[in-house]
């Protein structure tokens, strides 16, 4: 059974930064891709960011590109989401996401789409105060 536990939201003020975390059990974490979304209140889910099995790939929406860094440690089965010069619109709830399969390609028309990924954690709230 997968399980992906997010953890490192909270409340920072605008220009902060914050650290999000998402331990995964129950697959092979190496073998997988990895995502994050997020979801603002009254808005739908969007993609925030991707890292391909080996984290040699990344892939970002624009709005956070040069903010925020997405990176994994397979050893730990974690992945991370490092979130710097924070603005109000990044408050949302923060979802980790796991690609449908393993081994499957990197693409970013792929990785991109909420519907590639099979399983969710549970999210963790960040709100950026102005």
């Known amino acids: 059974q997968v399980q992906l536990v997010e953890s490192g939201g909270g409340v920072v003020q605008a220009g902060g930064s914050l650290r999000l975390s998402c331990a995964a059990s129950g697959r092979t974490f190496s073998n997988y891709i990895m995502g994050w979304f997020r979801q603002a209140p009254g808005k739908e889910r969007e993609f925030v960011a991707a890292?391909?099995?080996?984290?040699?790939?990344?892939y970002y929406t624009d709005s956070v590109k040069g903010r925020f860094t997405i990176s994994r440690d397979n050893a730990k089965n974690t992945e991370y989401l490092q979130m710097n010069s924070l603005k109000p619109e990044d408050t949302a709830v923060y979802y980790c996401?796991?690609?449908?399969?393993?081994?499957?390609?990197?693409?970013?028309?792929?990785?991109?789409?909420?519907?590639?990924?099979?399983?969710w954690g549970q999210g963790t709230r960040v709100t950026v105060s102005s």
């Open positions: 890292i391909s099995r080996s984290g040699s790939y990344t």
């Open positions: 996401a796991l690609d449908r399969g393993p081994f499957r390609p990197f693409s970013t028309e792929r990785v991109g789409a909420s519907s590639e990924y099979g399983y």
